[in-house]
């Protein structure tokens, strides 16, 4: 092998497989365009021309409720479970990290443990307490428990984080008469920000692609979120409609393509930190 | 000289301050707890309310015949006996998501590994390719893509198509008892890209030192790959494993949208969380769902359990070495 195609064999290999991958996203946005009777008949991946109707068909929404309701109400939930888990997480971490407490090493090793707990444990007794509370069919259930740091992956992920940072900081603000809430507030939170933010991106874009734990909380179509209207959908769609279909899963993927456009360094640094420090 | 003022000293220090700074200390220790439980009372209360109480009623559940509306009733062990000598269907899914879990986690973090490895030579660009190929771990959990994937598999799809100008006539994956499963793994390896960061961390951390000794030694590509990356890499490798594993267990979104909700064709994408929610919310069996639950929790802890025995045998971290 020369010195050019050894330069070069890495950069095609890995250019095919970016190709092979990005596949079924042309196809998305394709499809999402192309008029009625080409999605079937048609093995060309660009339309003849741009079909807009299926845009404005999906812009309708589904069964009365409009799309810009189902984005507001995806919006409002992934919106209070990012300040949730941020807060939340945040507080329990600092005492994890930087406070002492009786029992600390036996709540630090439950919160780690509960990173391994599947869901489904816990699922139908929290169903059962939202229903007694007649929450069910409201954003409660979606919201509520990420106010109180439910989601271990984030306090230990902001543990492994806070732990990192210098505790000298800290330590002469306390000297100077700095209380635990103003050194948690003014000093290590500001410092944590990659942390956070890390925490932020994934939680809006997790509970923007949650599609069962709104299924089982949510009935009313107004109060349904963007991945349940599209599996309404589904349900009643023939062919026919699979352009307004795609094109509503165009818009319903395009808050999460915007967010990795902008985020994507602090999310694939978040990905790799995490995994590393555990 | 020197020892007479070494021992009057502490002896007076202990005289002044002995019985109060005791107490003092006491309470210093109380008071600085109280700011650590109350930056941990949203999370204390979580774990309690939403944690420990509903494992522990979902334990009791397990034992009931319980449909939400009546009170529960006490069977016993009827749950458990029905789900593992009476349930073909909860055996079905079982065997479909080991088979799942077995076929996909390999081929995802092998395909994870080689990127990586590919992306870490790349040079310039490397940026780049890094974050695209982790687009699809990002998108792929949506039910959009789950639809596209629908689309692309079934009869007249992409795949089916390709497949077919090459030879290989497989007809569409989604109504296929035998390849509909397939079209589910393929999904979860196209997210390769979660792993693969995680990897491409991992192998940057190797210093080049370590190659650069290896090659002076004679050592080929192959050697290099097996004495310096895997043993260097093993940590990481072993996160990625118990990672993706806990996951996989629980896929659930896939399979809901290429079956269509109820786990087809013939319940070959009927994964166990899809059972689950069946027994629990659609089927009214919410005692049988918790036992379904109880049985997968049981059977992840054991899996990881074994993941770290044998770990033991084949993760070698750096800083053991040293001491």
């Given at each position: 092998m020369n010195i050019a195609t050894k330069r070069w064999l890495p950069h095609t290999v890995a250019a095919v497989c970016l190709l092979v991958?990005?596949?079924?996203?042309?196809?998305?946005?394709?499809?999402?365009?192309?008029?009625?009777?080409?999605?079937?008949?048609?093995?060309?991946?660009?339309?003849?021309?741009?079909?807009?109707?299926?845009?404005?068909?999906?812009?309708?929404?589904?069964?009365?409720?409009?799309?810009?309701?189902?984005?507001?109400?995806?919006?409002?939930?992934?919106g209070g479970a990012v300040l949730g888990n941020v807060l939340s997480c945040s507080l329990a971490a600092y005492a994890f990290a930087r406070l002492?407490?009786?029992?600390?090493?036996?709540?630090?090793?439950?919160?780690?443990?509960?990173?391994?707990?599947?869901?489904?444990?816990?699922?139908?007794?929290?169903?059962?307490?939202?229903?007694?509370?007649?929450?069910?069919d409201s954003f409660w259930p979606l919201i509520l428990p990420k106010f109180l740091a439910t989601e271990a992956f984030f306090v230990f992920l902001i543990v492994?984080?806070?732990?990192?940072?210098?505790?000298?900081?800290?330590?002469?603000?306390?000297?100077?008469?700095?209380?635990?809430?103003?050194?948690?507030?003014?000093?290590?939170l500001p410092l944590a920000r990659p942390a956070l933010i890390t925490t932020a991106i994934f939680t809006f874009i997790w509970t923007w692609n949650d599609f069962f734990t709104q299924m089982i909380y949510l009935f009313a179509p107004e109060k349904f979120t963007i991945t349940l209207a599209l599996r309404s959908f589904v349900d009643q769609s023939s062919t026919s409609a699979y352009g307004p279909m795609f094109a509503m899963s165009v818009i319903s993927v395009l808050p999460i393509v915007l967010f990795?456009?902008?985020?994507?360094?602090?999310?694939?640094?978040?990905?790799?930190?995490?995994?590393?420090?555990? | 000289?020197?020892?007479?003022?070494?021992?009057?000293?502490?002896?007076?220090?202990?005289?002044?301050?002995?019985?109060?700074?005791?107490?003092?200390?006491?309470?210093?220790?109380?008071?600085?707890q109280w700011p650590a439980?109350?930056?941990?009372?949203?999370?204390?209360?979580?774990?309690?309310?939403?944690?420990?109480?509903p494992m522990a009623v979902s334990l009791y559940l397990s034992f009931t015949d319980y449909n939400l509306f009546d009170p529960p009733h006490w069977v016993g062990l009827r749950n458990y006996q029905e789900m593992l000598f009476e349930d073909p269907r909860y055996w079905r899914s079982v065997g479909t998501t080991l088979l799942y879990v077995v076929v996909a986690v390999p081929l995802k973090l092998g395909l994870a590994l080689g990127v990586a490895m590919l992306l870490k030579n790349l040079g310039r660009g490397r940026g780049f390719y890094r974050s695209a190929f982790y687009a699809p771990s990002l998108l792929g959990a949506s039910m959009s893509i789950a639809l596209v994937w629908k689309a692309l598999f079934n009869d007249g799809g992409t795949v089916p198509d390709v497949l077919d100008a090459v030879g290989i006539h497989t007809g569409g994956w989604v109504g296929n008892p035998d390849l509909a499963v397939y079209g589910v793994v393929l999904l979860t390896v196209w997210q390769f890209g979660a792993p693969m960061v995680i990897f491409l961390a991992g192998l940057q951390q190797i210093s080049p030192d370590l190659y650069e000794a290896a090659a002076l030694d004679g050592a080929g590509r192959w050697r290099q790959?097996?004495?310096?990356?895997?043993?260097?890499?093993?940590?990481?490798?072993?996160?990625?494993?118990?990672?993706?594993?806990?996951?996989?267990?629980?896929?659930?979104?896939p399979a809901f949208a290429i079956s269509g909700g109820d786990g087809g064709p013939a319940d070959s994408t009927m994964f166990y969380t899809l059972y689950l929610y069946e027994r629990g919310f659609t089927a009214s069996h919410m005692g049988y769902a918790a036992?379904?639950?109880?049985?997968?929790?049981?059977?992840?802890?054991?899996?990881?359990?074994?993941?770290?025995?044998?770990?033991?045998s084949w993760v070698f971290y750096a800083d053991e070495e040293g001491r």
């Open positions: 991958l990005l596949y079924p996203l042309a196809w998305l946005l394709a499809t999402s365009l192309k008029p009625a009777d080409e999605v079937v008949t048609s093995l060309d991946l660009l339309p003849s021309h741009l079909e807009w109707s299926n845009y404005t068909t999906a812009l309708d929404g589904v069964s009365g409720v409009t799309v810009s309701r189902l984005l507001g109400n995806t919006l409002l939930i992934a002492r407490f009786r029992m600390s090493k036996v709540m630090f090793a439950f919160m780690v443990a509960t990173l391994m707990l599947p869901h489904h444990v816990v699922l139908i007794p929290q169903y059962i307490i939202f229903n007694r509370l007649g929450l069910v492994q984080f806070m732990r990192g940072l210098p505790r000298e900081l800290e330590e002469s603000a306390r000297i100077d008469g700095c209380g635990p809430f103003r050194a948690y507030w003014s000093i290590t990795f456009l902008v985020f994507q360094r602090y999310l694939v640094q978040g990905m790799a930190t995490s995994g590393l420090k555990g | 000289m020197s020892t007479v003022s070494t021992t009057r000293a502490p002896a007076r220090v202990e005289r002044t301050t002995d019985p109060r700074p005791r107490r003092s200390k006491r309470r210093q220790v109380r008071e600085r439980y109350v930056f941990l009372s949203p999370w204390m209360i979580g774990a309690v309310v939403l944690t420990l109480v790959f097996v004495s310096i990356t895997v043993p260097m890499l093993s940590p990481v490798v072993f996160f990625n494993l118990v990672l993706e594993v806990i996951n996989s267990f629980q896929v659930f979104t036992a379904m639950a109880w049985l997968l929790l049981i059977a992840i802890g054991v899996i990881t359990l074994i993941l770290f025995r044998t770990s033991r």
